[in-house]
Nanobody, 115 residues
């Protein structure tokens, strides 16, 4: 069982920045791919970014060049630095842990980009 807790969401103006954090309670954190997904109202959940146990990173096209994912295996944390935020980035952001074919999700944190 994996328990994930996100934090760091909130309201920010266009062009601003936020940093999301995800704390994971799992013994073998360093062995798993961790990621961030988001879901806006009426839309499907989509990949924002993920980072493998070996450090390979993938970004969704809408966030390339603006967002940065990182992980701290010692602290069992994964982060998402979001810069140059746009109104279309508004969504609930979910932390994800993938173990083989099983996905574990946090409860989500709301990010709202609005003036």
């Amino acid at each position: 069982q994996v328990h994930l807790v996100e934090s760091g969401g909130g309201l920010v103006q266009p062009g601003g920045s936020l940093r999301l954090s995800c704390a994971a309670s799992t013994r073998f954190f360093r062995s798993y791919t961790m990621g961030w997904y988001r879901q806006a109202p009426g839309n499907q959940r989509e990949l924002v970014a993920d980072i493998s146990d070996g450090g390979t990173i993938n970004y969704g096209d809408p966030v390339k060049g603006r967002f940065t994912i990182s992980r701290d295996n010692a602290q069992k944390m994964v982060y998402l630095q979001m810069n140059s935020l746009k109104p279309e980035d508004t969504a609930v952001y979910y932390c994800n842990c993938r173990i083989a074919s099983t996905n574990y999700w946090g409860q989500g944190t709301q990010v709202t980009v609005s003036s």
